[in-house]
């Protein structure tokens, strides 16, 4: 679970918005979101992977075409948390804010047998009954696919195992901050709502599409049985 969140990369880019008109004849901006899912192995499409928006509630779920991609309509501007699924794959969950422009979302998910066995080498416990969470940092002017190193990232309150820094599914025992792939991973956690401080001497990490709390970290959503994938943007100083 924690490792489930190794399952999502994600790629963000940034078009024109998309306008709509809700029941009471008002205005309601949506924005298209649209994307592809593969398997993280071959880079070959999944179909029938599920993305479900969980909250807010009446959006309907979507499944990927037999070229692994998909579309949905969503409230710009707006929080969200959104659940993806495929039998025979480890799912996800994430928690940030729309924007007011088309967004795309691409996906790699991996099969368990692998996140399994990148624990074991790695000495760690995996365990998919409790919580995952994965923070991947990056700076925009690079992309989100390329990660950000030297980002510390801790976690409130600081339960189960982490943080682990890694690039891809391999864990680096020595690092105390990002790693060039971006990626911070915390293991074994409870249902809980976490927070996030990213902290570096070079960069500052705003997380403008993420959850803030009132205190300037961010919110992570943990549940049972999933991992929380959080992509924070950290520009030069």
């Known amino acids: 679970m924690s490792a489930r969140i190794l399952t999502l990369t994600l790629a963000l880019a940034v078009p024109s918005a998309l306008g709509a008109c809700d029941d009471d004849g008002g205005d309601e901006v949506e924005v298209t979101y649209t994307g592809s899912f ?3 192995f071959d880079q070959s499409p999944l179909a029938g992977v599920e993305v479900c928006i ?3 509630s009446g959006i309907p779920c979507v499944q990927t075409a037999a ?9 710009a501007d707006t929080k969200v948390e959104v659940e993806v699924q495929k039998e025979g794959f480890i799912p996800v969950r994430s928690n940030f ?3 007011t422009r088309d967004a795309e979302i691409s996906a790699e998910m991996f099969q368990p047998a692998a996140v399994e066995a990148a624990f074991a080498l790695a000495g760690a416990t995996y365990d998919d ?9 990056y700076d925009p002017a ?3 696919t390329v990660g950000l190193a030297g980002v510390s990232v801790d976690i409130e309150p600081s339960d189960g195992e982490g943080p682990y ?6 864990f680096s025992a020595s690092a105390t901050a990002t790693t060039p792939g971006g990626n911070a991973l915390f293991a074994l956690l409870e249902d ?3 927070k996030i401080r990213l902290e570096s001497d070079t960069h500052d990490c705003p997380g403008t599409f993420l959850w803030h709390a009132p205190d300037g970290r961010v919110d992570a959503i943990v549940k049972p049985g999933f991992a929380t994938y959080i992509y924070a943007d950290c520009t030069p100083k």
């Open 54 to 56: 969980v909250a807010p």
């Open 38 to 40: 593969v398997n993280g």
């Open 165 to 170: 820094y890694l690039d891809g599914l391999t």
């Open 192 to 194: 809980k709502t976490y």
């Open 67 to 75: 070229d692994g991609r998909y579309t949905i309509a969503l409230p």
């Open 142 to 144: 690079r992309g989100q």
């Open 97 to 99: 804010v729309t924007r």
């Open 129 to 137: 009954t409790l919580g995952g969470l994965l923070v991947r940092v």
